[in-house]
């Protein structure tokens, strides 16, 4: 059987749940997936041809541009190596948490056309890590008032 890598690199990227968004040197979204669709709550047509600012809680966009910018500009970036974890911003207006890996797309000459970003959702996580964290500073407050109760006075 002859497989044809084009097509299966396709139906991967096109199918994944995960989002799979590029967007060229100026943050024009020029690339969204079924999983970015499924996230974010754009359909592709509603998304190709506007800014990423779409997807980016209105307190964060400045800095975001700003960072944008300046990865396009010089061509690094941390995050082609870790995992960036951030709030985004629906379709509807809510709020969701999301992790993502950037992906510097390059021409054939070496000049940056963009990036692309794997993105997924993981806001059920982070509630359920903010609740435990709530949980365990409240049981840390209640062993330090314990502690306090069973310590003599002078």
Not at 9 to 32: H, M, N, Q
Not at 66 to 77: C, F, I, K, L, P
Not at 108 to 120: D, K, P, V
Not at 121 to 136: F, G, I, P, Y
Request: charged share 30%.
């Amino acid at each position: 059987m002859s497989l044809d890598y084009q097509l299966l690199c396709r139906r991967i990227v096109e199918d994944s749940r995960d989002a799979i968004i590029f967007a060229d040197r100026e943050g024009i979204i020029r690339f969204w997936n079924k999983g970015a669709e499924a996230i974010f709550g754009f359909p592709a047509a509603e998304a190709l041809g506007r800014s990423l600012d779409i997807i980016i809680p209105e307190n964060l966009r400045a800095r975001h541009g700003e960072g944008y910018r300046r990865v396009m500009a010089s061509g690094d970036t941390k995050y082609a190596q870790d995992l960036l974890a951030v709030p985004a911003r629906r379709r509807d207006g809510s709020r969701i948490s999301v992790e993502f890996t950037i992906i510097l797309v390059r021409g054939a000459e070496g000049q940056i056309l963009g990036s692309a970003a794997i993105i997924r959702e993981v806001t059920a996580r982070w509630q359920r890590e903010q609740e435990m964290r709530q949980r365990l500073a409240a049981l840390e407050a209640e062993l330090e008032r314990a502690k306090q109760r069973s310590t003599p006075s002078k």
